[in-house]
């Protein structure tokens, strides 16, 4: 099993930032990719990014030259980096990655999700 931890999230005022976390532990795991998602209420969960490797990053559009994704390989630790928030950005962030634990086949874990709150 992998459990992911995320950190980072609180309220911040429109065209600030946040840098969210999430650390990925567990035994005899290798993870191939890592990411968020983010649920806003009343709405379906849906992709912000994600990144394979430590270099090939993608971008849902909404978050396009605003959010950075990077990935720290040797910590099992993925980070996203949010400037110029907006209140539409308000969401439930949740990690996630694809991942072999131990002789498992490939599967996707989730983070308990972490609040972000864009509002003045």
């Known amino acids: 099993q992998v459990q992911l931890v995320e950190s980072g999230g609180g309220l911040v005022q429109p065209g600030g930032s946040l840098r969210l976390s999430c650390a990925a532990s567990?035994?005899?795991?290798?993870?191939?990719?890592m990411g968020w998602h983010r649920q806003a209420p009343g709405k379906q969960r849906e992709l912000v990014a994600f990144?394979?490797?430590?270099?090939?990053?993608n971008y849902a559009d909404p978050v396009k030259g605003r959010f950075t994704i990077s990935r720290d390989v040797a910590k099992n630790t993925v980070y996203l980096e949010m400037n110029s928030l907006k209140p539409e950005d308000t969401a439930v962030y949740y990690c996630?990655?694809?991942?072999?634990?131990?002789?498992?086949?490939?599967?996707?874990?989730w983070g308990q999700g972490t609040q972000v709150t864009v509002s003045s």
């Open positions: 996630n990655s694809y991942a072999f634990s131990g002789r498992s086949p490939l599967q996707l874990y």
């Open positions: 567990g035994s005899s795991f290798s993870i191939t990719q």
């Open positions: 990144i394979r490797g430590n270099s090939d990053a």
